[in-house]
């Protein structure tokens, strides 16, 4: 088993910034995959951004790439998810996820998810 629980949401204006952080329990955090998705309300739950155990690859959505940078730190147990030119469509609830066999843009390939955490941005 391994426990996630995501801090570091709010509401932040248009063109703001906010870093979200997952704190992991349980087994070895460094064997797996993390990743980030959100979901709006109404909307499906969609990827936002993967790391690799070592940190070594990360992949992003279009709608985030170039804005948010994903990050982990496998000593602290914790993975990060900076967003800056923040913009109201993502405003959504964030999750972090973990991914046993690797990295991966389908949610159905995460095993175990945080509660999330709700990100506002107002225009």
């Known amino acids: 088993q391994v426990q996630l629980v995501e801090t570091g949401g709010g509401l932040v204006q248009a063109g703001g910034s906010l870093r979200l952080s997952c704190a992991a329990s349980?087994?070895?955090?460094?064997?797996?995959?993390m990743g980030w998705f959100r979901q709006a309300p109404g909307k499906e739950r969609e990827f936002v951004a993967a790391i690799s155990r070592s940190a070594g690859i990360t992949d992003y959505a279009d709608s985030v790439k170039g804005r948010f940078t994903v990050s982990r730190d496998n000593p602290n147990n914790a993975v990060h998810l900076q967003m800056n030119s923040l913009k109201p469509s993502d405003t959504a609830v964030y999750y972090c996820?973990?991914?046993?066999?690797?990295?991966?843009?389908?949610?159905?390939?995460?095993?175990?998810w945080g509660q999330g955490t709700q990100v506002t941005v107002s225009s």
């Open positions: 349980g087994r070895t955090f460094s064997n797996y995959a």
């Open positions: 996820a973990v991914a046993q066999r690797g990295m991966s843009r389908r949610s159905y390939n995460y095993e175990y």
